[in-house]
Each structure stands twice: as C-alpha cells, then as structure tokens.
C-alpha cells in the first residue's frame, strides 16, 4: 500500500516532490521535555485514578449483591482497551488539525500538538451522545441485548481490536486513515459474523438502514471536503486581496498576526468538534462495557429527577393508548417481546406489531411509577427494564424512518414524548465517563503525531501550503464535523481535512502528488473491508473462549 517511513524526520528528509522536498519545514526537533513527560504522566495517572475512584462510588451507591471480582476484572480489561482506542484516535486523527498550523509556522509543533490536545479534551466534555449511541444502533440486536454475555464481550473486543490494529498499522506507514470508517467496518464485521455463525436461527445481522446513512456521511464527507475548500480558496482570492494570505512561509518566520488568528482559530475548531464527534464513538462502547459488566449502576439513568420520571410513566400511558388505538383496539395475542424482537431482526410489520408495542409501553409505564427513580427499580429487574425500553425506542425509530406505519401529528407527537423518555432513562453517559475519554484522547494528541502531519504537510501537493490553503482546508473541515454532530452522524476528520488540503491544491494549480492520493485512496478503499475481515474473524474466535 505504502512504503513504510522510519520516522517523521525521515519523511522529511527524503522530500516529497520531484524537487527534493520543501523550503521552510518545521523544526520537529524541539520536545516539551522532561516538563512535559512529567505533566502527561500525571495526567495520565490522574485519570486512571479518577477512573477507578467514579467506577468504586457508582458500584457502591448500586442496589442488589456486590459485584464479583472476575467482572471487575473484565471489566477492567474492557475499559484499558476502549481507551486504548480513543488514545490511538488522537494520535491518529488529530494529527490533521495540526498539519496547517505546523506548516504554515502559525505555532510551533509542541505547542500545537498540546493546544489541540486541549482542545480535544473540551469538544469531548461538551458530546452530546447522539453520535454514541448512533454507532451502537449498528450492532446486532442480540448482542445489545445480551452484552453482560460472553458474546456480548466477544462483540466488545473484537471490534475494539481490530479498530486499534488497523489504525496502528495505517499511522506506521504514516497515511491518514478513518478512525470513523475502521470503527464502523469493525461493527460490520461484528454483525456479519453473528449472522452467519448462528444461520437459520432468526439471527439479525447489521442494521443495514443506518449502516447506510452513516455510510452516506463517510462517503459524501471527502468528497465534500475536497470540493467546498476548492471553492472556499477560490472564492477567498477574489475577496480577500492580501496578497501575504497566498504566499508560500518564508523560512521558519511565523505569518503575519490576522493571518496566524485565523490559521490558529480554524486549527482549535478543527480541534474542539474532532472531540466532539470522536470522542463519542469511545464512549458509546464504554457504556456497553458498564451496562454487560454492572447493569445495577449503569443499565438505567438513576440521576433523573422525581418529576422527570412521573412524566415519563405517563407518557407511556398516552403511547399505549395511541399504539392501541391504531391497531383497532386489539390486543397483543403473542409474546410481545418476541414479536418487538422479530421486527428488529426483520423490519417486517405484523398484525401483532403495533399490539405488541401497546404492551410494552404498558409495563414500561407501570414498571417506572412503581418507584419514585429508576435508582430505586430492584437489581433484579434493572436488566429486563433497560431491554424493554432499548426494544420499544429502536422499534420507533426505525418504523418512523420505513414510514411502514404512518402516525398522524398528534399521534406522532405523543410517540416523540414518549421515545424521548426512553431515552432519557437509557442514552446517558456519565461525566466522569467523558472526562476520561477526553484525557484519552487529549493525551493521545500528544503522541505519534508526526507520520501523519509530514504526509498532509509534505505529500498532498507538490507545493509548500500557502496560508490561505491552511485555512480554507481548516474552515470546511470544522464546519463539516460540526454540522456531522449535530445531525448525530460520525464523520471521519482524516478524510475531510486531507481531501480539503488536496481541492486547494488543485485549485491553487499546487500540483498534486498522484502517489499519496493513490496510497490515500487505497487506504479509504481498503479500510471498510479490512476491518470487517478482521473485526468478524476477532469475534469468532474471541467468542469461542469468552
């Protein structure tokens, strides 16, 4: 695919145009030095013990027996590699918001590398979750509702691995991989493999409906990317007379100071929206990692208040009427969570669908006013309410986007009420759970970043990056993956910024490098079925000793 580079210095060294290389690098010799060894261990240190500290207090304040050792240990192990994940995701993935403020002399390498990393950490404590739990959704319904099961772990840690061992091995050659595209291939691979090693037994596989929506944002994203910086550029020299914004850097000597805001302002959005919307993908996983292994501390939201769960129970009795009245009054005659579980499996709607619903929002209802929080629902029931309430909200999602039953709007408004009191009470993520993901990921900024920032500085054109190329790549990458997380979409940082740097390339008549595209179109290509060989042979075999 690529051939390999022994460092970044190396890269840098050999050149990357047909001209021997470019005036003016960087000098990647500095370090933070023993200071910033000294901080990073802390924070690391830090962050383990906060870790443990949140985990030891949220067991603690849990009803039901204590929780035995082996899980604690599992459920370490599960932790150390969903971190392991977001830690590579910085190193491998920010590197891009980088690459411009470092070629560009807007920052110096170690201080942009920290200030990014700061940045990181702040878009990830500001998460939403929609991205979170946008990915789960992917994953076959058995194993969501089975995750405290051994193949649920076996679903855990092979996607995990897998995604690490693809981006380790594309960061080694120094190209700009997807962390988004080799996460998503590894559920896919997941599901595949579930479906196929359990045929003939109803058996889901991939959500195939939001696979394809997600898909749709990882493939349009790039070409997006390379189009809208284009035309940004484009557009910039015809407004923006300052001839010094098209100008190559002359030696190591730093812009001028609204050019360098502007480069050092587009690199912390970069920066702040990558944590936002990649941060997530960890912390969805930790979730089912905390639900499989302490489902009496994490399975149900306990933190929501008195009133917000009396609405919810009555929400869930307006449903029920609704659901109830579009199927004629009739009552389920089957086993409701069998059928709500077929559906999910098959997206077929039955004559027993929408009664079957009825009496699921019916015993969601009367199981949440049954107690005053869902702190205080019994252990012994905390796993079966969680998966009633997973079943009933996917089911509504997904029959709203077949459109296969059509609500009218007030039947439709009661419905939203009542999915997003589902949702309440199961899509939550912890704040010390995003703290640490955000220290994984602002540490992992830290390291490794190199390889990558040498390739989108050196080996997209065959000309150094002017300022104005910096900016514009920086301006649509931000934008793009903040528009990607409001929609709760993941979007892959790597594809958007390199393809940016590369539309301004060709726009600036900068040339283009017909090797690296070639090498960085491989890697896009080869990434999705890669992670899914890999991901779907990890599960098989994880799954036959788990």
Not at 176 to 190: A, Y
Request: charge should be neutral; aromatic fraction near 8%.
């Amino acid at each position: 695919m690529a051939t390999k580079l022994a460092d970044g210095e190396a890269a840098m060294a050999a050149g990357s145009g047909p001209g021997g290389g470019f005036a003016g690098k960087p000098n990647f010799k500095s370090s933070a030095g023993w200071p910033g060894l000294l901080l990073f261990l802390a924070v690391l240190v830090a962050g383990v013990a906060f870790t443990l500290y949140s985990v030891n207090a949220d067991i603690a304040a849990a009803p039901g027996p204590a929780v035995s050792r082996a899980a604690l240990v599992l459920l370490g192990l599960a932790l150390l590699t969903a971190l392991g994940f977001e830690f590579v995701n910085g190193f491998h993935d920010t590197a891009n918001a980088v690459a411009t403020v470092i070629y560009t002399h807007a920052m110096p390498p170690t201080f942009a590398v920290i200030w990014s990393g700061v940045w990181n950490f702040l878009g990830v404590l500001s998460a939403s979750g929609a991205v979170a739990f946008g990915i789960i959704s992917l994953l076959p319904v058995e194993l969501i509702l089975q995750v405290d099961s051994g193949a649920g772990f076996a679903m855990v840690f092979a996607l995990l691995i897998a995604a690490i061992l693809w981006n380790l091995g594309t960061w080694f050659l120094g190209l700009p991989s997807s962390s988004s595209h080799t996460l998503i291939g590894s559920i896919i691979g997941v599901g595949v493999a579930n479906q196929l090693m359990h045929l003939g037994a109803g058996t889901s596989g991939v959500d195939w409906g939001k696979a394809k929506e997600i898909g749709l944002a990882l493939l349009i994203s790039p070409i997006l990317g390379f189009a809208c910086a284009a035309l940004l550029l484009l557009v910039m020299k015809r407004v923006v007379t300052n001839k010094q914004l098209y100008d190559e850097p002359t030696g190591d000597a730093p812009p001028p100071l609204a050019i360098r805001g502007l480069l050092v302002l587009t690199c912390t959005l970069v920066s702040f929206f990558h944590g936002s919307n990649d941060g997530q993908k960890g912390m969805g996983l930790i979730m089912l990692i905390l639900i499989g292994t302490v489902p009496a501390a994490y399975a149900l939201n306990s933190s929501l208040p008195q009133t917000q769960v009396v609405a919810f129970a009555d929400s869930a009795d307006r449903a029920e009427a609704v659901l109830t009245g579009m199927s004629g009054g009739v009552t389920a005659h089957v086993d409701p969570r069998a059928e709500v579980k077929a559906y999910l499996q098959t997206h077929k709607v039955t004559a027993e669908t929408l009664p079957s619903l009825a009496a699921m929002a019916h015993d969601i209802g009367v199981g949440v006013r049954a107690n005053a929080t869902l702190g205080d629902v019994p252990a012994d029931r905390i796993s079966a309410m969680r998966s009633d309430m997973y079943m009933v909200s996917e089911t509504l999602r997904v029959l709203d986007k077949s459109g296969d039953v059509k609500f009218d709007p007030a039947a439709k408004a009661v419905i939203k009420d009542f999915k997003g009191g589902v949702d309440s009470a199961t899509r939550f993520i912890p704040t010390w759970v995003k703290v640490v993901i955000a220290i994984a990921l602002g540490l992992g900024t830290m390291v490794g970043w190199k390889r990558i920032v040498v390739t989108v500085g050196e080996r997209i054109g065959k000309k150094h990056l002017t300022y104005a190329q910096g900016a514009s790549a920086e301006i649509v990458a931000a934008a793009m993956i903040g528009v990607a997380d409001g929609l709760g979409l993941p979007v892959s940082t790597t594809h958007v910024l390199s393809s940016g740097v590369a539309g301004t390339m060709a726009a600036n008549g900068s040339g283009l490098q017909g090797g690296t595209l070639r090498n960085l179109g491989l890697a896009w290509v080869l990434t999705l079925p890669a992670s899914i060989v890999l991901s779907g042979l990890l599960y098989y075999l994880f799954s036959q000793f788990v």
